[in-house]
């Protein structure tokens, strides 16, 4: 194909370099080391662990149920004022009439929910296309890197957006299928070149010489030592993965369920909607975004500097 | 070379026949489209059907594709249902408001990403740096809708600064001639116009350029700092060379070559940032026209060839970077 | 003028040599035509791109805006109402039988082409519609084949022929008598073209190309009608439309030189751009800016309300949704005053029936079901429908004028559907990928929501369009009782008898079939800046521009 594919590829194929040179124990230990003298990568992972306890810890962390609809709060509720703080609402009210700050609560739960299958579900098939093409080889093979090609060829934004265009039905999953479909080729490019380089390594090499059954070589050998570069690049995919949320639900072609408290439904929607009336509608959640799409992109560079051999001094 | 581009011509031609082929058989197996969306709610049923056996929908799909492939490799894209001009017409005018805007995004992307990552990385872990990082990275957290709103909201209300939308004051008589504004008015030398359409460039633009700016000087920091650290500038450094010396031969030469590639590969995330972009700004070019025949209208002509357009300009700009690429640096040769 | 700054500066610059004239207009005598020339320009911010500037070929609101500017009907409205006044027509009136119809055309009345309007070239135009070719053409004239019923050999068709009794005198008769008239002449769709320039840019010629099609230059470049401006160009780079001051105009000229209609789609970017001072005028303010923008000192001018949001009930899918106390128990269920508090854009009131009250035939005194969850949850269990789990289909990607924001409606009933014990099963659907078919061709939902603005003063436009036939959307042949009483409402030709009828129809519809509950009425608004006068906000959202001038 092309040197712009070539380059998105070839940085992903370092990254698969890194980690499969890194593939020894006490060198990933080294890695690991650098990781936590790191103090980016560290704040990252401050923000993402905040972030998940908020996020598990939801309904014993939020005041109220997202969902209701208080009276005390659709009493002075019209569609141009939006009543601010009261007595057991700390951050006032959403445009239904429900307790804003239990929204946000939970909408740590929901965006880890849509990021974290987003994100999966791209590893899933990726890591399932980047096995079978690894493992079988051949014109498989071929046929596979083809297809990942064109797809890592498009912007990312522009495929789900066209993906939730020709979905005939629009729901969160339509959202979360578009943001995950992007990643799709990373994951698959990346699980492959990994699962080349191994298959040459040592280990496999011996456990192929003992006789072991091939099914067995990738599922207990070379997958497992392929997962550190698959990690670094879900690390990093998540915050892309929350923003496109975000920008869909901006689009109209969100998920439509504005039951939900998803950080990015609730920006691209009401708060783009009430920004005049109630600029914390689109603050909140605003910065929330970013605060959780910087601590990944931290962690995650940190991660993928930790492994650069080059910083192995 | 001539070879090389003959051959991706011949790619190109198969591949965009096979996706438009795709497209239009997912497209008819969609609910509602165009017949729900040229009909308003106030039609008949007899309506419905006069309008389904007018665009042929009754036919058998194969007769249906029939029709439509010629249409294709004749150039004839069809009507925009919500405006009924040909599709070719609005995408052609739609296409250069698109440019102006992108190439204005990367040469305030280029123009200042550069430099502040070269600086960056000549004061490795000094304040400047450690301020550059942290702005970059929030640059690339933001959702740039959001950041197109607050400078909306900041820049064009209370202070009149710039203006909210459009790419033209209302009611401006300028003369279209390429279609880009600024440039029209070079070449008409209607220098008003050129300097209006200037103004109303500048939000847009610094919007679309956020995130291709971060990444840019992120780039051309790690890369200036490999540069320094590669033996040959330790060399020169050594051999008592002036700083500007190395600075301009081997420093900036060197790292620039990664920075090239990033500024191709941001051109995807150009056309990603300008859909989001152009409706904050209500500009119109081809992010607003896929929002507009996504969204509420179900365009599905217009669709189909904004998509086979992003196909081909996504192969041309890929050729352009391989061949710009082969002629800063004779190493790489073009397969 | 190309720079803003200049432009703005120009403007003052009018602004105080107007203002010096009329202060010392005793110093000047250069002969200066002040007041008409100097009329300036108004700006409009519409919110989306017209199809086309034929007014038979369209059926939507922003297309109507220009051609209603270009064009006039035989009838028209008050400004700032839905009565009926005379337009190209002084006068008209019909025999006993409703069939035929005579109107007394205005003398001196000239087309933008010069020629002359008379009764021949209102017959020209009734013929035209009438013999129209092809079914691609056939197929856009939307609103013609709802009111006239179809086309030349068909049975249904409702014109039969129009004579020219003499030059100001045209005689229209129809097959038989439909209550749709003469309210339906006022429709922006029948307005009158210049028969000359049809034939000369051939407007007849539609042609499909591809999913879409193809309109003549009759259409696209010269809209030819006798109104008080003239076509001055769509500017399509920018979203600009602009007309020109007719100078030969018949009636009052129109008191600026220009008028731009400017497309913004984004409500927040019209905001914006009135603020910023760019435009004079936007239709359709986030319902949540109006309040900030009056404080502003900006003119909200809202519609009389003439439209209706309904949440639709199909009683095909599921048994229990026939009998008649489950969908009282679902009008119980809506705290309809709360979503009208919470929801409703300014001006908002509660629906009690399918019209708002200045429409023929409103009846005050329908039952109400004022909100009770008690009331709801008895008559669930009295018809033995507890646990009731319905399907309820909500449009996205669209804004209405009766319903701005879809997703927030449907999550309010929703929520009180619940809390009546009613379960709920939301299914989003876009508006045309989806939403229509779903619900309107397949009738696939429960429960939906949709609604409507009214075209002309008739209640057979709003009861008859929803209830007057077998619909999919609510379960096809539900109640023939309804569609005959209706039917026999809408065939009435003397008109206290039609009042009285549909009085009727509307009590029935509310206590005995019940095959929808009304929402609200939800009046659309206009924003001007102070310095517009004179802009009428119409209820059919048929704002007419010659009135407005720009003072300062």
Known sequence: ?313 | MVRVVSRRLVQLSVTLIALMTLVFFWLRSLPGGPVDALLGERATPQTREALIRALGYDQPIHVQYGHFLKNVVTGNFGNSIRTGEPVTDVISRAFPATIELALAAIIIAVGLGIPLGYLAARHRGRLLDNATIVVTLIGISIPIFFLGYLLKDWLTQGVHLFPPSGRISTGADNTDVTGFFVLDGILTREWDASADALWHLVLPAVTLATIPLAIIVRITRASVLDVLDEDYIRTADAKGLRNATIRKRHVLRNGLLPVVTTIGLQTGALLAGAVLTEKVYNWGGLGTLITDSISGSRDYPVLQALILLAAVVFIVVNLVVDLSYAFIDPRVRVQ | MRAPRTAIAAGVIAALTIGVAGCAESDRDNGEDQGNASGGTFVFAGAGDPKNFDPIFNDDGESFRPIRQMYETLVTHKPGTAELTGGLAESWSNDPTGKVWTFKLRQGVKFHDGTALDATAVCANFDRWYNMKGEAAQSQMIYYADVFGGFAGSPDAVYDNCKAQDASTAVVTMTKYKGAFPGAFALTAFSIASPAAIKQYDADTVTQNGDSFSYSAFATEHPTGTGAFTYGGWNKATGEITLNRNADYWGEKAKVDKVIIKVIKDENTRKQELRAGTVQAIDFPAPADRKALADEGYEVLERPAFNILYLGINQKNNPKLKDLRVRQAIAYALNRAQLVQTKGPGGSVVADQFLPDTVLGYAPDVQKYDYSVDKAKALLSEAGATGLTLNFYYPTEVSRPYMPNPQEIFTVLANDLQAAGIKVNGVPRPWNGGFKDDVQQFGKQDLHILGWTGDYNDPGNFVGTFFGRPKVEFGDDAMTEMFTAIGKADATVDQAAKRTAFEQVNRDLAAKWLPAVPIWHAPPAIVTTKEVEGLVPSPLTAEEFDTVSITK
Not at chain 1, 76 to 99: E, N, Y
Not at chain 1, 248 to 259: A, E, K, Q
């Open chain 1, 1 to 313: 194909m092309s040197t712009l594919a070539e380059h998105k590829r070839r940085r992903i194929d370092e990254l698969t370099a890194r980690t499969a040179e890194a593939g020894g124990v006490s060198l990933l230990r080294d890695a690991g080391r650098r990781l936590l003298r790191d103090p980016t990568a560290i704040a990252g992972a401050v923000i993402i662990l905040l972030f998940l306890i908020v996020a598990i810890f939801a309904p014993l962390v939020a005041p109220h149920d997202p969902v209701q609809r208080f009276p005390e709060l659709t009493k002075d509720l019209t569609v141009d004022s939006v009543p601010g703080a009261t007595a057991g609402h700390p951050l006032g009210s959403d445009p239904l009439g429900r307790d804003f700050a239990s929204r946000m609560i939970y909408g740590a739960r929901q965006t880890l929910f849509v990021g974290v299958l987003a994100t999966l579900i791209g590893l899933l098939f990726g890591v399932l296309l980047g096995a079978i093409a690894g493992a079988v080889g051949g014109w498989v093979d071929v046929l596979i890197m083809r297809v990942t090609d064109v797809m890592l060829a498009l912007p990312s934004l522009l495929l789900a957006i066209t993906l939730v265009a020709l979905a005939s039905e629009s729901t969160q999953w339509t959202v979360i299928i578009a943001v995950a479909v992007v990643n799709v080729p990373i994951f698959a490019r990346l699980l492959r070149g990994s699962m080349l380089a191994q298959r040459e390594s040592d280990h496999v090499l011996a456990a192929r010489a003992l006789g072991v059954k091939r099914r067995h070589i990738v599922t207990r050998h070379m997958l497992p030592n392929s997962l550190t570069a698959v990690i670094v690049q879900a690390t990093l995919t998540f915050a892309v993965a929350i923003l496109d949320a975000a920008a869909l639900s901006f689009l109209g072609l969100g998920d439509p369920d504005i039951n939900r408290a998803e950080w990015g439904l609730m920006l691209g929607v009401d708060g783009v909607r009430y920004l005049e009336v109630r600029p914390e509608l689109a603050y909140y959640p605003a910065v929330a975004i970013i605060v959780v799409a910087l601590g990944f992109t931290l962690l995650g560079e940190g991660m993928r500097e930790a492994l650069d051999p080059k910083n192995r001094r």
